[in-house]
């Protein structure tokens, strides 16, 4: 792997979780096993998530999940993204909050841009946004949207929010139109939000890695992800030679015994922690920067599972500790 590589500077959570040619570990949000039913208790989940941060974890993830689709099985952390995240981000310092990842054709971009500011601010600058496509057909009747056209829906939306970013913008899509009159306020504290394109979300590979700032991709073997991501970096074409960063969700179900080898769950592993070690080192040496970790079908206690990810495998993949940005932020006068 190129270690000469090198990332955007866009803002803290983002600095924070990824750095070229190194590892960071996230934990998917509800911090809880519910392995037999699609609906967590949400107990203590403030308490754990305090956890997270103290023990060095680098990221905490939530995910958009609008109804609670039976064929999907899943409804995340049941509350809002964009409320949680606010109620997140008054109760931690430190620890980035991402989203993995917004369904944007199924949200109108305004009301994305506006949320995501706010959190980026209300956060002092810690919020990833990750975006997908929607992989639920069943959500967008209930919104009156056609999941056909999702693809020109997605492209439209990321326009659509990197010009929120500007000041007074003129808009000109199929979400509206703006003349150029008026503001939507605020501004991202660094004049922008990390934006992580999920998959292809059903885009040419050279839109997504172009306008995106990073990749969310799924488990595979390793010399299928090594392919994959080797894939994606090459289709980046870059004027200011920056890369971008590449992160995986995984689920994991931690035995006893730290020697026990991997055996297949849904998108990730049950084994000890010496073969999730392993796999995770092959995965930094094959560039991928951050991986999310869900704990859903974990058997032993979440808070012990904690204690023990950040005891044993947290010092072999460490956050990185920057310095603080010196952006400030946009001035909202009106005068």
């Known amino acids: 792997m190129d270690q000469e590589m090198t990332f955007p500077s866009i803002n803290h959570g983002y600095n924070r979780v990824f750095q070229p040619g190194r590892l960071s570990i996230g934990l998917v949000v509800p911090l809880e096993s519910y392995p037999s039913g699609p609906v967590p208790s949400m107990e203590r989940h403030l308490e754990r998530a305090s956890l997270a941060e103290q023990a060095g974890f680098s990221a905490l993830w939530l995910r958009d999940v609008p109804f609670n689709v039976p064929s999907f099985g899943d409804a995340g952390q049941v509350f809002d993204p964009f409320v949680y995240l606010g109620f997140l981000a008054a109760h931690t310092n430190s620890i980035a909050l991402g989203v993995a990842s917004l369904v944007l054709p199924l949200r109108h971009p305004a009301h994305v841009a506006k949320a995501a500011a706010s959190v980026d601010h209300l956060s002092n600058g810690r919020l990833i946004l990750g975006i997908a496509s929607g992989d639920r057909p069943d959500e967008y009747p209930a919104f009156r949207q056609n999941h056909a056209n999702r693809s020109q829906r997605f492209r439209e939306s990321v326009d659509y929010i990197r010009s929120m970013a500007e000041s007074s913008p003129f808009i000109n899509s199929i979400f509206g139109h703006t003349n150029g009159d008026m503001d939507l306020l605020p501004k991202p504290l660094s004049g922008k939000i990390p934006l992580l394109i999920t998959g292809s979300s059903q885009q040419h590979p050279q839109w997504a890695a172009n306008n995106g700032d990073g990749w969310i ?21 870059s004027e200011d030679t920056l890369s971008r960063p590449v ?19 849904h998108l990730g592993f049950r ?8 796999y995770l ?3 930094e040496d094959i560039g991928v920067n951050h991986v999310a970790l869900n704990l859903r079908f974990n058997r032993a206690g979440t808070k012990s599972t904690i204690k ?3 005891d044993e495998l ?3 993949f460490p956050s990185s500790e920057l310095p603080p940005c010196s952006f400030s932020a946009p001035s909202t006068s009106t005068r």
């Open 308 to 310: 023990q990810l950040a």
């Open 314 to 316: 947290l010092p072999y």
């Open 217 to 237: 991709t799924y488990p595979r073997d390793i010399d299928a992800q090594q392919t994959a991501v080797t894939q994606w970096r090459a289709s980046i074409v």
């Open 271 to 278: 084994s000890g922690i010496n073969a999730l070690k392993k």
């Open 281 to 283: 080192k092959s995965l």
């Open 247 to 265: 992160m995986q969700s995984l689920y994991v179900d931690l035995e006893d015994d730290p020697n026990v080898g991997p055996v297949p769950i």
